[in-house]
């Protein structure tokens, strides 16, 4: 079938990460009847959660639904913003937006920390962003925030006119755009496996397969009712992002879970690799229809990814729409073949900022709104600090105010419509410049 061209053969509708490093039920062990912390959910901020807080000399377990690593963070484009994303939902210049940008790159410094302390080859790479602008008016858009980045993120911001465009990326899609220089990437499955295995090296205990159904509270902790019986604990620290269920009802109807979807081209010659992408910097764009692309860390591949649909559907049906994202910015790319494509879920938050905190007794670090990789592994970080009363400051991100809509209750069944108007709103914008 002439449509089925664009899958190279051998075509996996799995994560190009997972090559290297996939989810793992390895060093799972029988759960305990109790603890000083349940930490729930094994992605990048449970375990960031866990082994801070086995560090400071808290027990604490970590339990996973299904495999170590499931979750988004073993499925991510791998872009590490540096902060510039947390400023994305923040408008104005108000002192909590702006302790939220200096969080946000602080967010990386600890990511950098963490990779070193650990010693964790994730082919973390320094290359900058280049934010591509989609109409003349989102370059305007985009100039006005490069001063407030720079002031409070040290984000080494400039933009780049259309005409030098080409400096950045081998394209002329866009109206020039931003460069931000403090951004970075890595290998995402790398980089959780090697989280893991500090997990592990430090002695934290690990439940694979064990689902929390219900959490009650007690006159001193909590019941943690799971898939394998309950466990007794002090504390609880939520960590199921884009994955957030029902066990934390209250939580999960102040989340919107959002699909990702992501697609792999078949290796590219050198020059044509290195002509798309010369400086290797995560790319992305201002459009609702958020697009993010890189290369693979070999350099070989395009790694393009965004939000072809907004609900979770059939890689092989995204990739599709992928592929014409990604032809329409690279006519060059036409006829290259996809070896990988996937999906995972982010999460969404009202405010468009990520929280921590405390929600009827229970610890929380949730809502990426699509940038996680620093900002979740720093807020596990800061959850566990909060839960051993170790931080002399309160993290940006620790707000009482965590909003929600009226009658939502976790259900995203508006997210077709919201994508459809999106794509029409895109559309208009586009055609009007
Ligand atoms: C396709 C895609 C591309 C992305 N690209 C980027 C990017 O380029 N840069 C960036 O910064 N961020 C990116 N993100 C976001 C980033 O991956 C996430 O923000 C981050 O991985 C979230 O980590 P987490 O630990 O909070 O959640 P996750 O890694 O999603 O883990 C949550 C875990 O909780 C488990 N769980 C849920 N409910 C229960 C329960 N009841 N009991 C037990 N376990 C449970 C789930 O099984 C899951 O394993 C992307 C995400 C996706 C999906």
Known sequence: MAADTIFASGFKPLPFWWEDFAPTTEGSTAPPDSADVVVVGSGYGGLSAAL?????????IVLEAEKFGQGASTRNGGAISGGVNVGKGISGREQAALEMLS??????RHLETIIAREAIDCRYRHAGRFVGAWTPDHYDALAKKVETLNQNTDSGARMVPRE???EEIGSDFYYGGMVVERAAQLHPALYYKGLLAAVRRAGVRMSA?????RIR????GFAVETSQGPIRARHVAIATNGYTGEATPQLRRRLVPVASHIIATEELPEDLAHGLNPKWRSLSNTCRIL?????????RRMIFGGRARFTPVDPTVSSRILHRFMTDRFPQLKGVKLTHAWNGNVAFTFDGAPHMGVMDGLHYALGCNGSGVAMLSYLGYQTARKIVGGSNRVCAFDRAEF????????????LPIVGGWYRLRDRWERWRA
Do not use: H
Request: glycine share 10%; hydrophobic share 25%; net charge negative.
């Open 52 to 60: 801070e807080l086995k560090r400071s000399g808290v027990d604490a």
């Open 103 to 108: 969080d946000g790159a602080e967010s990386m």
């Open 164 to 166: 030098r465009q080409r």
């Open 209 to 213: 397969g064990i689902k929390v159904e």
């Open 217 to 220: 509270r007690e006159a001193d």
């Open 291 to 299: 697009c993010y692309y890189r290369l693979s860390p070999d350099g």
């Open 403 to 414: 909003p929600t809509a009226p009658f939502y209750t976790g259900n995203p069944w508006f």
